[in-house]
């Protein structure tokens, strides 16, 4: 069964830091490209950032671009994200998702997730 | 930056169809796929692909895109189809959601 586990999330005050873990099992974790996403309270879903396979190449949305840092570890099965300068705004639940891909065609989407993460940022 | 507009809201009664869409710039040309949300869970994958169900997803769901319309169709509606559900595709190698639909079961 695949299963993907998130851990670390917590309050922390405007301005600081906090560090995101997924670990993943029930797959081959290497070949994978990996993704976290975030859902802020009662509103939609939002991209934040993807890592190849080999972590050889990473994309972040646009509001986290320079604050935030995905990266893996694929000896421990494990996703991260380094999250600095953290805003009121970025108050969420964070998703680690797998990327299934056909390689065929292009298509691209997210499964499964993790149960969430939450992350809230207030003084 | 390429944006995807869903309906707040979409109400059916049980045993209707429902119809969900997704617009977006010549969003037929991009592939799309739909997320249903449950209350207090997390995102499942309904349909890929704009219209392939993933194993466990009831033949029920089906989906089209063509033009700058995407739609999720739930055809005989059950009352355990009552979620949000979120249209996604891929813009220049960022990945981009619907702002998300309410389906209520009335």
């Known amino acids: 069964e695949v299963r993907l586990v998130e851990s670390g999330g917590g309050l922390v005050q405007p301005g600081g830091s906090l560090r995101l873990s997924c670990a993943a099992s029930g797959f081959i974790y290497r070949s994978f490209w990996m993704t976290w996403v975030r859902q802020a309270p009662g509103k939609g879903l939002e991209w934040v950032a993807s890592?190849?396979?080999?972590?050889?190449?990473?994309y972040y949305g646009d509001s986290v671009k320079g604050r935030f840092t995905i990266s893996r570890d694929n000896a421990k099965n494990s996703l991260y994200l380094q999250m600095n300068s953290l805003r009121v705004e970025d108050t969420a639940v964070f998703y680690c998702?797998?990327?299934?891909?056909?390689?065929?065609?292009?298509?691209?989407?997210?499964?499964?997730w993790g149960q969430g993460s939450p992350v809230t940022v207030s003084s | 930056s390429y944006e995807l507009t869903q309906p707040p809201s979409v109400s059916v009664s049980p045993g209707q169809t429902a119809s969900i869409t997704c617009s977006g710039d010549k969003l037929g040309d991009k592939y799309v796929c739909w997320y249903q949300q449950r209350p207090g869970q997390s995102p499942v994958v309904v349909l890929y692909e704009d219209n392939k169900r993933p194993s466990g997803i009831p033949e029920r769901f089906s989906g089209s895109n063509s033009g700058n319309t995407a739609t999720l169709t739930i055809s005989g509606t059950q009352a355990m189809d009552e979620a949000d559900y979120y249209c996604q595709t891929w813009d220049s190698g960022t990945a981009v959601f619907g702002g998300g639909t309410k389906l209520t079961v009335l």
């Open positions: 998702t797998r990327d299934r891909m056909v390689y065929a065609t292009g298509d691209r989407w997210f499964d499964p």
């Open positions: 890592i190849k396979g080999d972590g050889s190449e990473k």
